[in-house]
C-alpha cells in the first residue's frame, strides 16, 4: 500500500521544523510548503492524506488556500486541519470551518492531541487506500469471471455442437434426429399436418467397404454427404446421419407426393454421382434405397410407426433392385400396440 503523504504548510522555518518533529514518529512522506501558492503547486502532484495549514500567511493566507483546494475536484476531499495561533475567538474558527477545514488546533500544539488527531486521519486514509485497492481487485476478478463465463459458453457451444452432431459428416447425429423428430411428431399432432420421414441407405456399402477400404468408405460418405446436402430443402427440413450408411430426412408439413419427390431427387442426385461400385450387387456404380411414409401425427399413435413405415419402404425398395424409392404408409401397420 502507498505511504500516506502529508503537507506541512506554514510561512515560518521554524514552525516547519516542529510540525516535522511532531510527525517523527509516523509512518508517512512528508512534503513541506512554506506559502499558499507551494502549497497548491503540491497538491497538483501528489495525493495527500492530510494537510496541515497555517492560517496566517502573508500573501495568500490559510482560508484562500482552503478554498481554492475546495474548489479543486481532485482535492475537495482531502481533509484539511488549521494550525494557528491567532485566537480562539469564535468567528476565526467558523471561518476556518466555511473555507472546508475538518479540524482546527491552535498553536502552541499539544503534542498527544496533535499526534492523536493526525493518527485518526492517517488511519482513515489507510481504510480508503485498502477499499480502493480491494475495489480495483473486485473490478479485475470481475473481468476475469466474465471472460471465464466465455470461455464457458464457447466450451459449452462446442459440447452441444459435438453431442448433437455426427463426426464424420457434421450432419445431425442419430441422437439429434431422434429429438428433432420427436419434437416435429408433436408440433404435427397439434398443427394436425402431414409428417414425412424418409429414410435412405447406401447399397452394398459394406461390400464398398471391403473393396475399396474405410478410408475410401469415409469419403464416399463424405461425398454424400455432400451431395445430400445440396439438395435443395427447406429451412424445416432436417437431414441426418442416423446409422453407418443410413441417413434419413425428416420433411414437416409435406405430404406423401411431395416426400416421394424430395425423394426421387435424392435417389437421382447420388445415382448420378456415377461413383464406381465394384461389387455392388446390383449396379456398376454406388446406388442408395430410399424408404419413404407420410402420416398425420396423432396422440394416440407412436411417431416409431412412421419410423417403422418408413424403414418397411426402405426395406422394400431393396427387394425391388436396389436404387429406387418405395413408400408405405402407416395406416396399413397395427395401431395403438
Ligand atoms: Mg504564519
Known amino acids: 500500500m502507498a505511504i500516506p503523504k502529508i503537507l506541512i504548510v506554514d510561512d515560518r522555518p521554524e514552525n516547519l521544523l516542529a510540525l516535522e518533529g511532531l510527525l517523527d514518529k509516523f509512518h508517512i512522506e512528508l512534503i513541506k510548503a512554506n506559502s499558499g501558492e507551494e502549497a497548491l503547486a503540491h497538491t497538483l502532484d501528489h495525493d495527500f492524506a492530510l ?169 464416399c460418405l463424405r461425398e454424400v454427404t455432400r451431395t445430400l446436402s445440396n439438395i435443395p430443402l427447406r429451412e424445416m427440413d432436417k437431414l441426418a446421419r442416423i446409422g453407418g450408411e443410413e441417413f434419413a430426412i425428416i420433411l414437416p408439413e409435406t405430404d406423401t407426393e411431395g416426400a416421394m419427390q424430395a425423394a426421387k431427387r435424392v435417389r437421382t442426385s447420388i445415382d448420378r454421382l456415377a461413383i464406381p461400385h465394384s461389387s455392388s450387387s446390383s449396379h456398376q456404380h454406388l446406388t442408395i434405397s430410399v424408404g419413404v411414409s407420410t402420416v398425420i401425427p396423432k396422440a394416440d399413435l407412436s411417431s416409431r410407426k412412421l419410423m417403422e413405415a418408413a424403414d418397411m419402404a426402405l426395406y422394400e425398395a431393396k427387394h425391388s433392385g436396389r436404387n429406387c424409392c418405395c413408400s408405405m404408409a402407416v395406416t396399413n401397420m397395427v395401431v395403438n400396440s
Not at 397439434?190 to 464398398?208: C, E, G, N, T, V
Open 51 to 219: 494537510i496541515l495549514l497555517d492560517v496566517q500567511m502573508p500573501g495568500m493566507d490559510g482560508y484562500e488556500v482552503a478554498e481554492l483546494m475546495r474548489g479543486n475536484r481532485k482535492n475537495k476531499h482531502i481533509p484539511i486541519i488549521f494550525v494557528t495561533a491567532a485566537s480562539k475567538a469564535s468567528s476565526h474558527i467558523f471561518k476556518g470551518y466555511e473555507s472546508g477545514a475538518v479540524d482546527y488546533l491552535l498553536k502552541p500544539l499539544v503534542p498527544l492531541v496533535f499526534q492523536s488527531k493526525v493518527g485518526v486521519f492517517i488511519e482513515l486514509f489507510e481504510q480508503k487506500e485498502a477499499l480502493r485497492e480491494k475495489t480495483q481487485e473486485f473490478d479485475r476478478k470481475l473481468v476475469e469471471l466474465e471472460e471465464l463465463q466465455q470461455q464457458l459458453e464457447e466450451t459449452n457451444e462446442q459440447l452441444l455442437m459435438l453431442s448433437t452432431t455426427d463426426g464424420l459428416t457434421g450432419l445431425l447425429n442419430r441422437r439429434r434426429f431422434d429429438e428433432v423428430f420427436s419434437e416435429e411428431w408433436k408440433r404435427g399432432i397439434r398443427s394436425q399436418s402431414s409428417l414425412s420421414l424418409i429414410i435412405l441407405d447406401i447399397d452394398d456399402f459394406k461390400a464398398y467397404n471391403d473393396t475399396y477400404g474405410h478410408q475410401v468408405g469415409d469419403d
